[in-house]
């Protein structure tokens, strides 16, 4: 008689084993407080996960599931991550799908934190999310998040599109931009080649928007990080203001060579107590971006309006101007570079009791 | 207005006794070009041919024209500048030789500079020595995409001038551009008497049912440096001057109404009178396009009331002309891309779809956004780049652009070029030329 | 900040951005007269103290044009 031994055989070396988090809702498990179920881990796919499975077909299979309460798992994050860590030593997954997430905030950080977890561990992970889900940045850079909506009803779709990334992702293959990639930029941008030259897209553009088709934007607009406004002073009179220009005011004669391009930007501060205005002709502007005529022969005061000021020094409008002030050359200024030196000279600021600043740009 | 192009295509340039044209060939007589270039106040010059594909590096280019003439219609192409007559272009017929630039190389090996220059730029220091860093590969996969530059694929007469000392450096560099015309004219008047193998005809009789389209060209004056009838930089009709906007034909255009180079300005006035967006809505009109023209606007004004009002005068324009689309471009940047952003915002509003065709800024490893800064009616965005170039530019056998012997540094490897705002550049793709581009990683 | 072209600070989030006069002369005017050129440069200078005392949350344009130097002439 034969006993028919049915063999656990192990994937064919290009069988990719699949791990898939989902949480409880999706997971179907629990009912209102699900969200605070601990994570815990099953064998093949659930849920949405049967779908990837599915998609996959001979490409790989999900072998297993990690299911977790969205409050719990952000809750106890240490716990979670460890129990998901666990779970990715057990299977040795080549891929991890994360969500997808859509609005959920909460889940989108556990999506997050998974993928990090895979990360972290040399394994590939992608993960879905709308693009302001706090879960996308959770990550810095190292997350693949696709873009999606808000809607549960295109989950075929976007599982569709998570594997696609997770394969490519997972081949080792180095991935195409973002749009071609359909994944959601990370803040880097490099050079490619486009099949058509650039005046050309641009006609095509200008005709696609006349005719009110969809366009894919090649910038993306993205804002500085914005800091929230100073509270304003309230003791005017008790403050002292320090000023910085950027047009490059130094000594005439430059002795300290700013802005003659040599080396990193740097800024230079100038002592001026006692001065009640800069003499002419003992100034210059080495700004680089304008013509520096009117700083130079008629008045440098124009760059920061120090007489103005020492008036009201004098009236005890303000308690007093600071004793040095800082010069930068504007022009051309990388961003990074500004933002050092704003730093540096904050700093300074700080510790010598300043507490306004009149910045003069051009 | 409709234009007939003829072009006389050259596929080699020979140095001869001749001034002819024959099949592609054209063959120049250089002793009978210096004649007409060293005319006071120029005193030494010299004029080389450099073919594509040569291993050859252009260096103290300062502009580049291709050899055009107005056979009808009236005008003189290039209207303006360099005192040729300001009449109306862009009508009748020209003549132009394919594939030929002639290169206004200013050789400054000689000079030191002057007080009167560093007045005129009013930075400090008495004494500006005035560097020209930018330089034309003829060879290479420089020539290629990603480092895409027209200049490569022409046969480059170069025009190199020896700085007349006796003048201050404006009327140098307008020296050797008079000359650089003479030498253009006179290559252009060989074919202009001759059957051109091929004619294109450019006909802009409006074509109210297709979608109305505006190209709107941002173009750095040159006034605050050099005064309102300065004669350096990008200029309209020869005024470099900060102006009202200009409405012109596609064909004024083409008959090189905007041209003008100088060693700042990045652009040439070969780049102008071939300008990749114009001759791509003009191959486009009537076919899916309604091309209405040119409105070219400057920057470089001194606040932003300035910029402002011209701003809603371009999209008052663009409006009254019945644009549903316009397409826009800067050259320089800084404080002059507040112009491109105001007259984007101002179209916008005024219902006009536009597309932000630019250069952007360095990355900064992901620390600093693509523009400068951006207003929320932003839309359509198509990206040259950051004009960097990743690798070296290879060693040359030859350097043309100098009188005497070029220094041998020329000759050797020049590194990469980061795309840093205001780092030295080979050459900026401001109007889509090329292909290469940014995206989001 | 005071800025001749104030579209630019704004956009990027300074939060008090005070009109200069132009660029190359930003806190005056050598076409005026020198004692309103001096006024001009009391009335900047004023905005960008009054500005520092004000709440604001958005990036916001204060102009000088809107202060008047009466009070200061006549301060004893």
Redesign the interface.
Known sequence: MFALTIFRTDPMASELKVLHYINQFFGGIGGEDANDLPVETREGALGPGRLLDQKLGDRGSVVATVIGGDNYFVEEEDESVGKVREALERFKPDLVVAGPAFDAGRYGMACALVCGAAGEMGIPAVTGMVDDNAGVLANGRDTYVVPTGDNPADMAGIIDRMMRLGLKLASGDELNHADADDYLPHGLRHGIVREKPGAERAVDMALAMALGQPITPEIKVRQYDFVPAPAPIQNLAETTVALLTTAGIVPKGNPDGQGDGAGPRKWVSYNIDGVNALTLGEWESVHSGFKGYMYNSVNPNYALPLPALRALEALGVIKRIHSEFFSIVGGGCPVTAAQNMGRDIAKRLVNDGVQAVILEST | MRLEVGTFPVRDVVVGKRMAWDDGVLEIDVNELLDLVVQDPIEKAKIEVVKPGESARIINYEDVLEPKVKVSGGGTVYPGVCGRPTDSVGEGRSHRLGSVGVVQCLDTANVEASVADSRLWGRGGEKEVRVNSRFIDMSGEKTEIPAATPYAQLFNICVSVEAPTSVAFEEQSRAAASATHRVADRLAEIVKDLEPPDVEVFDFEPKDDLPGVVYIPHLASAEPQSGARGTYGTAVYGQTRLSAPWLLSPTEMMDGAVGGGGASWGGATWILANHPVVMNLAERHGKDVNFLGCIVQRTNWTNQGEYTLVADRAAWTAKMIGAKSAIITTDVRGQRWVGTMLTLAACERSGINTVLLTEEEDNENGNSPPLLFSPAELRGTVSNGTGDVPEPFSPVSRVVGTVEAAPQEWYGELPAVHGAYGAGVVYRDFYGFGRQSYADF | ?????????L???A??VI??????????D?SLSPEQ??EL??R???T??DA???????PTLFEPAQHTEKE?TH?S
């Open positions: 900040m005071v800025s001749a072209l104030p579209s630019v600070p956009s990027v989030g939060h008090r009109k200069g006069v132009r660029v190359e002369h930003l806190c005056g050598p050129d001096g440069m009391l900047i200078a004023r960008a103290l520092i005392q004000t709440e604001v949350t958005d200061l301060a």
